[in-house]
């Protein structure tokens, strides 16, 4: 497809979730006391190592890839001085504004409506780069070069991204029904050319794969936490590397 072709699907799937979306924002949608990103990164099975790779944020100029429908922007703001975010969605960018309203963390954060292709931001900008399911939505030839650019030297960049090598898992995440599955789009989850590709610029670049049998989790209900699951992944992953490939979620960790 091309980029124009993408960009209409996407920004029509995203708009039609913002616009449901919107009708249920009330106050459940509100943080509770304690809530914030590195609280989000602690509980998340997919979340691997983000905490401690990013460190301390609180004097930090953050982008974050992709705002969906705001929940990480209003984390984010809760442990950031300043969050500049973007999506291709403007009832996206909707939604995130009104949810960070009602968290009252609109002061710090600047939506913006945006291609991940073509960004509107001076080259060495962000002090940090953050992005949840978003890369794979983008085309790394130019994506990739826009993500170096935007950063600052010492800066880094990390992305929670869905793998697609697992042809169960692409069976189902196609054709069958399952807890708060979203509607597909344009987006193609990543295989290895792709990762490899989306750190070939940057001074130092690793990943690590994460949720095999712990996809569970998210086919049975996000609330639900299989601590078995979770322990037997870590010793398959580390002693059947073969395995890997296989898994749901891989996280990209970058320096400039």
Known sequence: MSLKSIYQVEKGKWNELAKKKEKRIIENELLKPGEDFYAFNRISATHVGVNEFLGDLSDKHVLEYGCGLGQMSSLLAKDCPKVTTFDIS???????????????VDDKIEPVVSAGENLPFATESFDIIFGKAILHHLNVSYGGEELYRVLKPGGKAVFVEPMGMNPVLNFARDHLPYFSKNP??????????????????????????????????????????????????????????????YCRYVVLYMEK
Not at 225 to 244: C, E, G, I, S, T
């Open 184 to 245: 597909r789009g344009a987006d193609s989850p990543l295989i290895y050319d792709e990762i490899y590709a989306w750190g070939r610029c940057f001074r130092k670049f690793r990943f690590q794969e994460v949720q095999l049998l712990g996809m569970l989790e998210r086919i049975l209900g996000r609330k639900l936490k299989l601590k078995f699951a979770r322990k037997l992944d870590a010793f398959l992953l580390r002693h059947m590397p073969f395995l890997r490939k």
């Open 90 to 104: 403007k009832d996206s960018i909707h939604v995130t504004k009104k949810r960070a309203q009602l968290n009252e």
